[in-house]
């Protein structure tokens, strides 16, 4: 079983900074595939970003160039640097985990394990 607990969310200004980051249970970056979504009340999930095991990375259109996925395997920590915040960034955030060596689509029906989420507000 894989836990993942987020943390680093909270509130910033547009054009503001954020690091969300995702402590993962045990060692899966061999073998999972790992991603952010976002979920805004009312709205489905969406996937944000995912990474491979071997450090490939993909991002939804509405996020490349400000947000950046990233891994530590020696902590076992997933990050999310957020740059550029804008107010419709505004959700709550998860981290999720999928098994397998690639990371074929950022839909959050594919993934397996999912953290609890934490917060993120930007205002105007």
């Known amino acids: 079983q894989v836990q993942l607990v987020e943390s680093g969310g909270g509130s910033v200004q547009a054009g503001g900074s954020l690091r969300l980051s995702c402590a993962v249970s045990r060692y899966t970056y061999t073998s999972y595939c790992m991603g952010w979504f976002h979920q805004a009340p009312g709205k489905d999930r969406e996937g944000v970003a995912t990474?491979?095991?071997?450090?490939?990375?993909s991002y939804a259109d509405s996020v490349k160039g400000r947000f950046t996925i990233s891994q530590d395997n020696d902590k076992n920590t997933l990050y999310l640097q957020m740059n550029s915040l804008k107010p419709e960034d505004s959700a709550m955030y998860y981290c999720?985990?999928?098994?397998?060596?690639?990371?074929?689509?950022?839909?959050?029906?594919?993934?397996?394990?999912w953290g609890q989420g934490t917060h993120v507000t930007v205002s105007s």
């Open positions: 999720a985990a999928m098994r397998g060596f690639s990371c074929p689509t950022l839909a959050a029906w594919a993934f397996d394990y």
């Open positions: 990474i491979t095991p071997d450090g490939s990375t």
